[in-house]
C-alpha cells in the first residue's frame, strides 16, 4: 500500500496520522551521505514517483506531519524485472523520473545465462535463511547432485525463482544438507498452463483439503514444515486436521 510505502521512505512525525505514537526516521534520511536501494523500482504508484521525483531534484524529503522538509544527499538505485521504457509509454512511469534515475543503467543477464553463479547464491541464500532464524536451520550445505538439478533448469523467474526453491528446500530438509529430493522445482515449458489438481464444481473448502493433505505428504507429515509451506500457523493446522478427522476426511 502506498501509505505504508510513504511511511518507510519518507518517515512520519509523533502524532502524523492514527496510530503514530511515536516519530520514525524514514530511509531517504537514514541513508544520508549514502546509498539507497529501491528494489523493483516499477511496481511504485504514479503519486509515489512524483515524490520520489522531488527527493531526487531538490535533495529534501518531507516527512508526514513535518513541518520543515530535511535535506538529505543520497544516492539512489533502482532495480526492476520490466521495461522501465515501455512503462512509460503505456503511461505506467513517469518519464522524467526515469530519465532522472537512468544515469548510469546496468543490464544483468537472466539467471539461465550465468548458471556459474547458482552455487555461490545458493551458499548465500543457505546463510542467508539461517541468520534469519537465528542459527536455528540446521541446513548448512547443498549436495552435488542438488547443484546438478539447479544447473540443468531454465530459471524463468531467475534469482527470485532460486531463492524460493532453495529456502522450500530448507523447510523440506530438516538436515544439514538439501539433497535432489528436497527441491521442488516447476519444470513447465514456456507457455505451458499448469496441471490442474482439482475439476471443476469442486468447493473451496474440498480445494483447501487437498492441498493441505498433499503438502502433508510432501514433507512426511511434519507439521510444522507443512504449515510454514502453507503460510499458515501450526494450531491452524492442527485445527483443520482435526475438523477433517471429525468429518472422516482424513
Not at 68 to 93: H, M, Q
Not at 107 to 130: A, M, T
Not at 140 to 168: C, M, P, Q, Y
Not at 221 to 239: C, E, M, P, Y
Amino acid at each position: 500500500p502506498d501509505g505504508l510505502l510513504e511511511s518507510e521512505l519518507f518517515g512520519y512525525e509523533r502524532g502524523a496520522f492514527t496510530g503514530a505514537l511515536n516519530k520514525r526516521t524514514g530511509k531517504f534520511i537514514q541513508a544520508h551521505t549514502g546509498t539507497l536501494l529501491l528494489d523493483e523500482i516499477s511496481e511504485m504508484s504514479l503519486p509515489l514517483q512524483v515524490k520520489l521525483l522531488r527527493v531526487l531534484q531538490e535533495r529534501e524529503v518531507d516527512t508526514i506531519g513535518g513541518r520543515e522538509p530535511v535535506d538529505v544527499d543520497i544516492r539512489v538505485i533502482a532495480t526492476t524485472n520490466r521495461s522501465l521504457k515501455n512503462e512509460v509509454k503505456e503511461g505506467k512511469f513517469r518519464e522524467d523520473l526515469y530519465y532522472r534515475l537512468n544515469v548510469f543503467p546496468l543490464c544483468l543477464p537472466p539467471l539461465r545465462e550465468r548458471k556459474n553463479d547458482i552455487p555461490l547464491l545458493v551458499e548465500y541464500f543457505i546463510r542467508k535463511h539461517r541468520n534469519i532464524r537465528g542459527n536455528r536451520s540446521p541446513v548448512t550445505a547443498i549436495s552435488g547432485d542438488a547443484i546438478e538439478v539447479l544447473l540443468n533448469h531454465g530459471w524463468k523467474g531467475n534469482i527470485r525463482e532460486l531463492e524460493n526453491v532453495v529456502e522450500r528446500a530448507i523447510l523440506m530438509a530438516g538436515a544439514d544438507t538439501i539433497f535432489p529430493e528436497h527441491l521442488v522445482i516447476d519444470e513447465r515449458t514456456e507457455g505451458e498452463k499448469p496441471a490442474s489438481m482439482i475439476n471443476a464444481g469442486v468447493s473451496v473448502y474440498e480445494m483447501e483439503r487437498a492441498l493441505i493433505m498433499k503438502t502433508l505428504e510432501g514433507v512426511e507429515g511434519n507439521r510444522t514444515k507443512a504449515a510454514k509451506l502453507l503460510g499458515i500457523g501450526v494450531r491452524t493446522l492442527r485445527n483443520k486436521l482435526k475438523e477433517y478427522r471429525t468429518e472422516g476426511m482424513a
